[in-house]
């Protein structure tokens, strides 16, 4: 699949299969993400891969999910991620504030590679830190920035374009397919000037 299809059909995912994700994959995805650009060439990111099952279930409790559909939204006991990966920021090792903007290159290059092998994520940025950092034994020169929420996806929503002034709210029909709105392009490009 050409880059842009796999960028144009990448969604959020927040139901999964309980099919465990391999650890090689998981690593490989991270390659992705260490690879990404980062500001200064600092590299101030590291991340944990949560696999075992004792640890998510801590984990789960303490991230929120589409904020919009809640509780809708949130995944049922038979539909929990499988995997995280946690990315943490080296407080001693960045460059402020551009540090997320290399977050962001790097959760957007996991998701692809993940999206590459059939694996869905949801980027969690809204979570209880200080117990996920607690839970996860982090040490006080690294914080966590984002929650990335891995497995094998158990829905497909979709997105639509939407006229300009209209709701970017997602939903789910009455089928329980999450649509996704987005801005028009012609309503977001400029060309020369504004």
Known sequence: MKIYDVITSRRTIRKFTQKPVELSILKKMVDAGRLAP???????????????????????????WAGYIVPEGNPKEDERPTAYII???NKENLLVPFY????GASAENI????????????WIGSFDRKK???????????SIDLILALGYPLESPEYYDIEKGK????????????HVPKRKLDDIIHVDHF
């Open 87 to 89: 990315i943490l920021i």
């Open 100 to 103: 997320k903007y290399d977050v």
């Open 38 to 64: 980062s500001a200064g060439n600092k590299q101030p990111l590291e991340y944990i891969i949560t696999l075992d099952e004792n640890i998510r279930e801590k984990i789960f409790p303490n991230v929120r």
């Open 167 to 178: 709701s970017i709210k997602y939903h789910k029909d009455t089928s329980g397919r999450l």
């Open 132 to 142: 996920i950092k607690n839970i996860l034994k982090i040490t006080d020169e690294y």
């Open 111 to 122: 998701t692809l590679a993940a999206l590459e092998e059939g694996i869905g994520c949801c």
